[in-house]
């Protein structure tokens, strides 16, 4: 019998963190980078690619499909893009490993081909709901099937999709993607309505490839038929990665930290507003548009935070940062609440789930519900917010970042489990996290074979 540890880390309580950092590149743009490269007519050129698991896995799908990318270094990429009809399909499942976002996004690139594609993922992606991408993408007479609305995902080869007019029932960016580049193969003019503001790097990008869009209000609509023309990308650095930074930043006792050259579009900057409504000292400067996504530095210091009720506008704004916000609103004066957060249930582990769980063995004082959370808050704003204790990421990325962050305010060591997935979207989290101040181990997976 063999059995295998998987890697873990041990992080000791730390004073503080400081420095000057750039965190990598963004892993939404990242992904749709590739994707539109790779259906455009010509080359186009990234710089700042996120070179993490996710857009690796979209990258490799891509050269399958027949797609030459090169990559001259880790974080540049040059795409040669096939054109409208290019792609060629493989008799193989196309791996998408950890990434929701390139498996729903390929499900609307794939939609409207003349072959058969089908999609698979690692254990988490496997279970994760792929219907609120398939069922619109039906619509419009793409034939997929799930199983009980879950990867494999089977995509049929039709060339003959129709423009719908789409009320989306979630506020899901991804949903809103896949019927953006499947709409780009249809017959007349697609509308897709999001019931909140979702992140719009689609929007930003097919704007850039040359494609017209039209936004008015919640509805974006695109015509059929319109070609890409290659372009050239600079990726900035990714706020939700910058997040667990400011956070450190806000717990930390001391220290002042700055994070240079990050993704500052309004649609995935919510953690930055909820940190200032709890009286975070962040500062933005040097804000500028470089492309089609705008970026800025940051700089961060100690701050006394307060709870918050997390205004409900914010919420899909900052749907990636809510499991290192429930660290912030630990070390808060006074208590948190989020409501409306049920999507949380259904990201790469159940994460309201998942760290409340961490938070008990923490000990601390919260309340689970079932679209969010109540935390009491530690009720002073420099003392220890955690106890020490072991924590079981459920391998996932951003609640073993997050949880290496609690180490600030933690009264012992933490050890958190199953730390593997962080380079799924933040290659090199430890070493930039140690460099700022965090006193964190890595403990590779080692054969526990007895
Ligand atoms: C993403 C959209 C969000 C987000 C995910 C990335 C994207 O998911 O949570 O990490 O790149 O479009 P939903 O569309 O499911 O909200």
Request: aromatic letters at 4%; hydrophobic letters at 45%.
């Amino acid at each position: 019998m063999s059995a295998v540890d998987p890697d873990r880390w041990y992080v000791a309580p730390a004073e503080g963190v400081a420095g000057e950092i750039r965190v990598p590149g963004d892993k939404s743009v990242s992904h749709r980078s590739l994707m539109l490269g790779g259906i455009a007519d010509g080359v186009t050129t990234v710089d700042g690619f996120l070179e993490s698991e996710d857009c690796l896995a979209t990258l490799k799908a891509l050269r399958a499909l027949g797609v030459a990318i090169e990559r001259p270094h880790a974080t540049s990429l040059r795409i040669q893009g096939v054109g409208a009809h290019g792609l060629r399909g493989v008799d193989f499942a196309l791996d998408m490993g950890n990434a929701g976002t390139a498996m729903r996004l390929f499900m609307g690139l794939l939609a409207g081909q003349s072959f058969d594609s089908t999609l698979v993922g690692d254990s988490s992606l496997m279970r994760r709901p792929m219907e609120r991408a398939a069922a619109p993408l039906r619509l419009m007479g793409a034939r997929i099937e799930t199983r009980e609305g879950r990867p494999p995902v089977l995509i049929r080869g039709t060339t003959a999709l129709q423009s719908i007019d789409f009320r989306m029932p979630v506020a899901s960016a991804q949903v809103k993607s896949a019927v953006l580049l499947a709409a780009l193969r249809a017959q007349g003019v697609t509308r897709v309505t999001e019931p909140a503001p979702t992140r719009d790097h689609t929007e930003r990008m097919l704007a850039g490839f040359g494609v017209e869009l039209v936004r008015e209000g919640p509805t974006v609509s695109l015509r059929g038929g319109q070609r890409l023309q290659g372009t050239h990308i600079d990726v900035p650095a990714d706020f939700s990665s910058a997040a667990f930074f400011m956070v450190a930043g806000c717990i930390a006792r001391a220290g002042s930290l700055t994070l240079r050259g990050v993704g500052m579009n309004p649609t995935r900057t919510g953690l930055l507003d909820i940190l200032r409504a709890m009286g975070a000292d962040i500062e933005v400067t040097g804000l500028a548009t470089r492309g089609p996504e705008p970026i800025a530095d940051l700089l961060i210091r100690p701050s006394a935070l307060r709870g918050i009720e997390v205004p409900q506008a914010l919420v899909p704004l900052a749907i990636d940062e809510f499991p290192v916000f429930f660290i912030a609103a630990a070390c808060a004066n006074g208590p948190s609440l989020l409501r409306g957060a049920e999507e949380l249930r259904v990201k790469e582990s159940d994460r309201l789930a998942v760290m409340s769980q961490g938070l008990t063995a923490l000990g601390v004082e919260h309340h689970l519900l079932p679209d969010g959370m109540q935390l009491a808050g530690c009720g002073n704003s420099y003392g220890p917010a955690f106890r020490g204790g072991r924590i079981d990421s459920h391998g996932d990325h951003r609640i073993a970042m997050s949880f290496a962050v609690a180490s600030l305010r933690a009264a012992a060591d933490i050890e958190i489990l199953d730390t593997a997935n962080v380079a799924t979207s933040f290659p090199g989290f430890a070493e930039l996290a140690r460099g700022c101040g965090l006193r964190l181990r890595e403990v590779p997976a080692t054969d526990a074979s007895r």
